[in-house]
């Protein structure tokens, strides 16, 4: 079972806070990816993660950061959110090519 | 670096009538694998459809499609669209540069059956 949890399904957020999304799995090794999802521009990818504090940038890295303390886990957290981040956000593992998608948090920034 | 490039924007076809998504890509890198993605509404997208195999047809839920790596092409078919296939279909690639996979996605179609 490639299950893959997200945390939380809905947020709403004001601009200029911090936010964090979280994210799980429970095959510790493995790969993890974080995208946005915006119409008409498919799915972005932001950063990659190969194991505990071995972080990669994406495509669209600015503006964002991860961590990655245990390998079940993997957070991204926007510092000083801005409106133009309000989005749908999929955190996905890869298995190990083939990507499997949690249920994606969709975010407004106000 | 690798790129994906798919039918853009919406596409519509009539229920029970063939429909195909295209899909070229490039790609620098020795790509493993090549996919079909398909994300249905306020679902999180899940793969369709996955290759490896040069000229190989490879068959899911009713799609198929064929890679075919001399003319970097990899499209998705179906002889009979059905409603429930209205969905939006990615095409992606994964690579494997130094040994760490690293997916690159189309922009996405979105399919519409209508009756």
């Known amino acids: 079972d490639m299950k893959v949890t997200q945390m939380p399904r809905y947020l709403i957020k004001r601009m200029g806070e911090n936010v964090l999304l979280e994210c799980g799995q429970d095959m510790s090794h493995e790969t993890m990816y974080w995208y946005r999802q915006d119409p008409g521009l498919g799915l972005q990818l932001i950063y990659i993660?190969?194991?505990?504090?071995?972080?990669s940038e994406g495509d669209i890295p600015k503006g964002y950061r991860v961590s990655r303390k245990k390998r079940e886990h993997f957070s991204l957290i926007l510092d000083s959110a801005k409106t133009n981040q309000t989005s749908v956000y999929f955190c996905a593992r890869g298995h190990p090519e083939t990507l499997y998608f949690g249920s994606g948090t969709r975010l407004t920034v106000l | 670096g690798d790129s994906v490039t798919q039918t853009e924007g919406l596409v519509t076809v009539t229920e029970g009538l063939p429909v195909k998504l295209n899909c070229t890509y490039q790609?620098?890198?020795?790509?493993?694998?090549f996919f079909w993605y398909v994300q249905y509404l306020n679902e999180a997208p899940q793969v369709l459809l996955k290759s490896s195999t040069d000229n190989k047809r490879t068959e899911h839920q009713g799609f198929h499609a064929t890679l075919h790596k001399s003319s970097s092409s990899f499209h998705l078919q179906k002889s009979s669209a059905q409603l429930s296939d209205s969905a939006l279909y990615y095409c992606a690639l994964s690579d494997s540069p130094g040994g760490n996979y690293k997916p690159t996605f189309g922009k996405g179609t979105s399919l519409v059956v209508h009756p």
């Open positions: 993660s190969y194991d505990v504090d071995s972080n």
């Open positions: 790609t620098t890198y020795l790509t493993i694998a």
